[in-house]
């Protein structure tokens, strides 16, 4: 899981801004995942992605927005309609043929101003 | 949907004895299980993994069980050590599909 980043470490977002947070991966993994962590929520799907230039939503993607242009970037952009942006994001990627098996970027964490 | 439950919310433990956590699933199509690790502010890391077809797993000091015909799973962490303390999430694949279905955690804490 070394060959995940995610950048920044930390993002302030201000009142109807749309900000973008980074994934990037050079395992060569086909999927790639994002997941929110709130306290005491555990890790809830937001977007995937099995190949390049298809996604899908996954339990909570109402405010949030994905592009897959390239197999090793998977940006999520955190749009003014997502209402309660506060949170922990993680970005994940597996192997085809095992893509069950999910490792996980060290996380950007984004905070409202 | 799937749904998992994980309990307990918080295990505190002292040094050397065993740790249980349990999670139970919905989905009878469920087939993979695996188990991660999260340091304070840091990513989960996967430590021990398990499929439909096996009943038990085991890495070092640590096992996981699965009773298919009950739904749940259990992580067992033997020998603990304060290196141990983290919190700990359960997960299930959603039916035969790849997305993962995840528990609330559990803050494990083990006293020196």
């Known amino acids: 899981d070394g060959g995940i980043t995610q950048s920044p470490k930390y993002l302030f977002r201000k009142e109807g801004q749309n900000v973008t947070l980074s994934c990037e991966q050079n395992?060569?993994?086909?999927?790639m995942y994002w997941y929110r962590q709130d306290p005491g929520q555990g890790l809830r799907l937001i977007y995937y992605?099995?190949?390049?230039?298809?996604?899908q939503k996954g339990d909570i993607a109402e405010g949030y927005s994905v592009s897959r242009e390239k197999k090793e970037s998977f940006p999520l952009t955190v749009t003014s309609a997502q209402k309660n942006p506060t949170a922990f994001y993680l970005c994940?990627?597996?192997?085809?043929?095992?893509?069950?098996?999910?490792?996980f970027g060290p996380g950007t964490r984004l905070l409202v101003l | 949907g799937e749904n998992v439950e994980q309990h307990p919310s918080t295990l505190s433990v002292q040094e050397g004895d065993s740790a249980v956590i349990k999670c139970t699933y919905s989905?009878?199509?469920?087939?993979?299980f695996p188990w991660y690790k999260q340091e304070l502010g840091k990513r989960p890391q996967l430590i021990i993994d398990?499929?439909?077809?096996?009943g038990e797993k085991k890495d070092q000091r640590i096992a996981v069980t699965l009773n298919k015909t009950a739904k749940h799973f259990s992580l067992h962490i033997t020998e603990t050590q304060p290196e141990d303390s983290a919190v700990y999430f359960c997960?299930?694949?959603?039916?035969?599909?790849?997305?993962?279905?995840f528990g609330k955690g559990t803050k494990l804490t083990v006293n020196p």
């Open positions: 994940a990627s597996s192997i085809q043929g095992s893509r069950e098996t999910q490792y």
């Open positions: 395992l060569n993994h086909d999927a």
């Open positions: 992605s099995q190949i390049v230039n298809d996604f």
């Open positions: 989905d009878s199509a469920s087939n993979y």
């Open positions: 398990i499929r439909s077809n096996v």
């Open positions: 997960a299930a694949t959603q039916g035969g599909s790849e997305k993962l279905v």
